[in-house]
C-alpha cells in the first residue's frame, strides 16, 4: 500500500474466488481500509476452479454478504465464470455455478467480475440468454483480464460490459490483446494487475501488485495514441462508474 501510494494509486479493489478468499477480502478491506491514503474494496464470489466447493452454505454466505454489501465495502461479485483450460472443476459444474451467481448478481443489483479462458463460446451463450432475458444490469461488470477476440470482446461490450487490461498487453509476442484494446471505446476501457499473476513487462516473472498497473497504462496510452496522463484519467474515471464508487 505504501508502494501505491508513491504510484499515484488511491483505491485497490481485492478481488476473490471462493467462499473462504471472500471472507478474507472482506476482512482486509475494512481493516486495511484508509492505510497510506488507500481505499480498499473487495469483492466476493466463486472463481469456476472452485465451483466444485460451492454448497447452499456458500450461496447463503454471498447473498448475506451482498444484502450487508455497502457496510463491508463489497463493490462486485466476482470472479465468476468459465476456465476449461484447467478444467479444475467439472464443466458441467462452472456453468451451473456461473448461472447461479449471474442470478444472484442480477437479483443484488451488483457488477460481475468475468473471468473466462478457453470457453469463450459456452460462456457468451449464457450471457446471451441472461441478456435477452434482461437479467444483466445496464453496468453488467467486466470482463477481467481479457484474452478473447476482438468480436467477442465488442458483444460484451454491447451486452454491458467494460473490458480488462492487465499484464498480457505489455507482452512483446502478445498481437492480439493490444488489438483488442485498440478496438474496444474509450468508455468501455479499464486497466487491472490481476496479482500476484501477470505482471506487465518490464517486471515479467516477478511477483505482480497493484502499483505495476501503471505500466499497464503506459502501453494502452501508446495503443491509444494519447498521454499517459489522459489514459490514467479516463480508466481512473470508467473504474468509478463500473463499481459504483462516488
Keep these: 500500500m505504501q508502494r501505491c501510494k508513491a504510484s499515484g494509486i488511491t483505491g485497490v479493489l481485492i ?3 471462493s467462499e473462504e478468499t ?9 481493516k486495511y481500509d484508509g492505510f497510506e491514503g488507500i481505499a480498499l474494496y473487495a469483492s466476493v464470489g466463486v472463481h469456476p476452479h472452485e465451483a466444485k466447493t460451492y454448497t447452499q452454505a456458500t450461496d447463503e454466505y454471498l447473498r448475506n454478504a451482498l444484502e450487508a454489501r455497502k457496510g463491508q465495502k463489497i463493490m462486485a461479485l466476482g470472479e465468476i465464470g468459465l476456465d476449461y483450460y484447467y478444467d479444475l472443476s467439472e464443466r458441467s459444474v462452472q456453468r ?3 448461472e447461479k451467481q449471474l442470478e444472484m448478481a442480477y ?9 473466462e479462458r478457453d470457453a469463450t463460446g459456452d460462456c457468451l451463450d449464457i450471457l446471451r440468454r441472461f441478456f435477452k432475458a434482461g437479467k444483466l444490469r445496464d453496468v453488467a461488470g467486466v470482463c ?6 476482438a468480436e467477442a470482446s465488442a458483444e460484451l461490450v454491447k451486452m454491458g460490459f467494460f473490458i480488462g487490461f492487465d499484464g498480457p498487453l505489455t507482452f512483446k509476442n ?3 490483446t ?32 497493484p502499483c505495476h498497473v501503471a505500466y499497464v497504462c503506459g502501453k494502452l496510452a501508446q495503443i491509444k495514441g494519447v498521454t499517459i496522463d489522459e489514459a490514467a484519467q479516463i480508466t481512473y474515471d470508467n473504474g468509478k462508474k463500473l463499481f459504483g464508487v462516488n
Excluded: Q
Design 15 to 17: 478481488p476473490a474466488d
Design 22 to 30: 471472500s471472507r478474507i477480502a472482506v476482512d482486509m478491506a475494512n
Design 96 to 98: 451451473e455455478v456461473f
Design 107 to 115: 437479483e443484488y443489483d451488483v457488477p460481475v467480475i468475468l473471468h
Design 144 to 149: 477481467h483480464c481479457c484474452s478473447c477476440s
Design 174 to 176: 502478445n498481437k492480439k
Design 178 to 209: 493490444p488489438e483488442v484494446a485498440l478496438n474496444t471505446p474509450w468508455d468501455r476501457i479499464v486497466i487491472e494487475t490481476d496479482s500476484p499473476y501477470l505482471t506487465p513487462e518490464p517486471n515479467r516473472g516477478l511477483i505482480n501488485e
